[in-house]
């Protein structure tokens, strides 16, 4: 991700590696050169990058200058419906495929989610929890956030991709999950899963009987952009127990997917509907909790691969099999949907406010509590 600085850092600390260097690719793009080869990379995966102008859909004189690298030393930026002719002779004698095969460029796993979820309008938004999260919307144009709060990738001529993403998903309840196996006796037989965990939390009543978590294990992204940042549990005393830290980890964790919605209504992204995608999908409760605290209707596909749909959808494009974006939000079909409570919805609009609050009020001390676990511990 960003290599924009990753190749600063190469030709600051790995001068003799920065000079032997021929091109900056990424995997994909490695992959694509090695099928067909041709260097191509599609728009949204370039932006990624930080040396893309989300204007002009050309490699950016300034980001390139602050690299220390040309433009021919990366690919050709492109739209994901690129078709190149076919395969070099060997990979298709190897694949046992047709030489003459068209190869559809495609586009990033963040653009395939949204697409292959039917989230193809303004108004639609996707919430996506894996290890990670992220929160996006397809907009017809460039939504730029002048606080630098979200991100905005282009996708291809006609759409960008808003949003923001968070570090902590599943891995905070993984943290939380390893925590608890950690304090069972080593005999025990069977070591708590992420059901278990989620199940332990739906104990607990909504608002975890007080308790607030900043959910910030692994630093943060969108919207504050802090990798110092640390997680903490606010609100405790001694009629807590395992159950309230669990609730209260995942509430904050939909609060982080609360804050990014809200950052998108302030730049001017209206959304009416949310389509839910990624691991938490498969826990009723969990989903419920999200939307409760983004108190808007979520909507589950019939199918958990979303980005795999998104990039068949690409090649349908490529290949003249559909007209447009447009047209393929039709294909997807209608899955489940879970509505706010309202009781929920309304005390979760009563914490969210304190969240904030807790937050603004500790992140100053994050670069100095930092700090302080990278020193040498006391012996």
Excluded at 245 to 256: N, P, T, Y
Excluded at 332 to 357: F, H, K, M, T
């Amino acid at each position: 991700m960003y290599p924009l600085y990753k190749i600063i850092w190469l030709r600051e600390n790995k001068p003799e590696v920065f000079h032997k260097a021929w091109r900056y690719v990424t995997a994909k793009e490695y992959l694509f050169a090695y099928l067909t080869g041709e260097y191509m990379v599609d728009y949204c995966l370039a932006a990624g990058s930080g040396l893309l102008n989300t204007h002009s859909l050309t490699w950016e004189p300034l980001g390139l200058d602050a690299a220390g690298i040309h433009k021919d030393q990366l690919a050709t930026p492109a739209s994901p419906q690129s078709v190149h002719s076919g395969l070099k002779p060997e990979m298709a004698r190897q694949m046992g495929i047709r030489q003459d095969v068209p190869v559809v460029l495609g586009s990033s796993d963040a653009a395939n989610s949204n697409l292959g979820a039917g989230a193809v309008l303004p108004t639609l938004a996707t919430c996506m929890i894996g290890t990670s999260g992220a929160y996006r919307v397809l907009c017809p144009e460039p939504i730029l956030d002048a606080r630098a709060r979200s991100w905005c990738y282009v996708v291809d001529e006609a759409y960008w991709l808003v949003g923001g993403a968070i570090n902590n998903g599943g891995v905070a309840l993984s943290w939380l999950r390893d925590c608890l196996n950690q304090a069972l006796p080593d005999a025990a037989a069977d070591a708590l899963s992420f059901e278990d965990v989620l199940a332990l939390a739906e104990q607990s009543p909504p608002g975890a009987g007080g308790l607030i978590c900043l959910p910030l294990f692994a630093g943060e992204r969108s919207p504050h952009w802090n990798l110092n940042a640390r997680a903490a549990f606010f609100g405790m005393n001694l009629s807590h127990g395992a159950a309230h830290l669990s609730r209260s980890l995942v509430e904050g964790i939909a609060f982080r997917f609360r804050s990014l919605s809200d950052v998108l209504a302030e730049i001017g992204v209206e959304v009416q509907q949310v389509v839910a995608s990624g691991g938490f999908t498969q826990s009723d409760f969990w989903l419920q909790v999200v939307t409760d605290v983004l108190n808007r209707e979520m909507h589950v596909p019939p199918w958990g691969e979303t980005s795999c749909l998104g990039a068949a959808f690409w090649a349908m494009l490529g290949t003249g099999h559909a007209a447009d974006l447009d047209s393929l939000g039709g294909l997807v079909a209608p899955g489940s949907a879970c509505s706010p409570d309202e009781e929920r919805a309304a005390l979760y609009q009563r914490i969210y406010p304190l969240y904030q609050s807790l937050y603004r009020a500790v992140s100053g001390n994050f670069e100095e509590i930092a700090q302080l676990q990278q020193e040498p511990a006391l012996g």
